[in-house]
Structures are given as structure tokens and as C-alpha cells.
T-cell receptor, first 109, second 113 residues
């Protein structure tokens, strides 16, 4: 059975304090690993797609990396506006994305 | 703005009733996905349509059904509603049939009383 686990469930950082979020997955026929950001009351917003182990993508203070079993979202010197829930979603062989429950990030000034 | 439009934004109804949620995908996108998000379950995949045809099915209850019309908009029908159906329902669209970046609408919040 396809499974996705994100850790930690919640993370509180001070502004400027870098950290990493983890996404562990077991998915047969993996077709890409997707990261999303979700703000309260809004739909998930696409951030990155990773397709192969060793691949990295960057966007502003965020960098996503991929191994065969895990993906990491590194946040460098975060700002309060980075506060959101970050969702990881491997693409399954059925043609859908399988979402983890997310990491809720709070960045305090 | 993702370009995906969902209506209505909020829906309050009673148990046993039937509702229809509507989704207009981004211009040019052929795939439409429906997801349910509740507090304890996260985003659960319900069903995918590609260019009018059903392509993949997730944990969609028999009381729920969906379709995609020739103009590519989609509707999700929920019937015999139960309290546990209260959730956020998201529609997403993408250009491709296979997994690619999905672009989500802002959802319909359904409350069943």
C-alpha cells in the first residue's frame, strides 16, 4: 500500500532559523515527487516537482531534494511569511498524487 | 490565482440531502482531480477525469459521483449526506493525464448538520 509520512507534524522557528522538513514515502511506480504550500482556507499552491534521486530544486528560501525513499524541504533563513502547511505528494502509478498530512510551519519574528 | 474556479465557496446542508460542487479547470487543462480534505485525514484523492473520461478512482464512496463535461468543467455530486462528509472539497487541474503539477482551486467547504 502506498504510504507517505511527513515529519515533524508541526515546527516553530524563529525568523532566520534554518531547518528541514522530511517526507518519507513508499509508493509503487513513483512518478515524481511534488511539494505544495497551503495557507489556511486556501487550496495547495504548487512549489516543486522532483523526478529522480539526487535532483534538487530551489525557490527563494526553499530547496527541495530527493532520495529513493525520502524528500527534504530545506528552509534557509525563514521569514514570517513562510508560515504555512507544507505538503509532500508522490505521484502514484494510478495517475494521482498521494498527499502526506503535512508539516505546519510557524515562523516567529 | 491558480486559474481553477470552484463554486460554491461554502455549502451548509442537512443530513440525507444531495449537493453538487462545480469546478472550472485552468484554460487548456484537460485533467480534473477531486480531493477531500478533513482535519484528521489530510487530502484524500477521490477521482480523476481526463478529457471527459474517468481515469482513476480513489477512496470515493458509492454515494458520491462525478463527471466532466465537453467544455471540461466538472461536477462532484454528493448524495445521502452524513455528518462525516463535512470537509473541504478541492478540485485541481493539470494539462497531462499522468501525474504532473496540479493546480488547485480554493475549495468548497461543505458543512452537513
Amino acid at each position: 500500500e502506498d504510504q507517505v509520512t511527513q515529519s515533524p507534524e508541526a515546527l516553530r522557528l524563529q525568523e532566520g532559523e534554518s531547518s528541514s522538513l522530511n517526507c518519507s514515502y513508499t509508493v509503487s511506480g513513483l512518478r515524481g515527487l511534488f511539494w505544495y504550500r497551503q495557507d489556511p482556507g486556501k487550496g495547495p499552491e504548487f512549489l516543486f516537482t522532483l523526478y529522480s534521486a539526487g535532483e534538487e530544486k530551489e525557490k527563494e528560501r526553499l530547496k527541495a531534494t530527493l532520495t529513493k525513499k525520502e524528500s527534504f524541504l530545506h528552509i534557509t533563513a525563514p521569514k514570517p511569511e513562510d508560515s504555512a502547511t507544507y505538503l509532500c505528494a508522490p505521484g502514484g502509478s494510478q495517475g494521482n498524487l498521494i498527499f502526506g498530512k503535512g508539516t505546519k510551519l510557524s515562523v516567529k519574528p | 490565482d491558480s486559474g481553477v474556479t470552484q463554486t460554491p465557496k461554502h455549502l451548509i446542508t442537512a443530513t440525507g440531502q444531495r449537493v453538487t460542487l462545480r469546478c472550472s479547470p485552468r484554460s487548456g487543462d484537460l485533467s480534473v482531480y477531486w480531493y477531500q480534505q478533513s482535519l484528521d485525514q489530510g487530502l484524500q484523492f477521490l477521482i480523476q477525469y481526463y478529457n471527459g473520461e474517468e481515469r482513476a478512482k480513489g477512496n470515493i464512496l458509492e454515494r458520491f459521483s462525478a463527471q466532466q463535461f465537453p467544455d471540461l468543467h466538472s461536477e462532484l455530486n454528493l448524495s445521502s449526506l452524513e455528518l462525516g462528509d463535512s470537509a473541504l472539497y478541492f478540485c485541481a487541474s493539470s494539462v497531462e493525464r499522468l501525474p504532473g503539477p496540479l493546480h488547485f482551486g480554493n475549495g468548497t467547504r461543505l458543512t452537513v448538520t
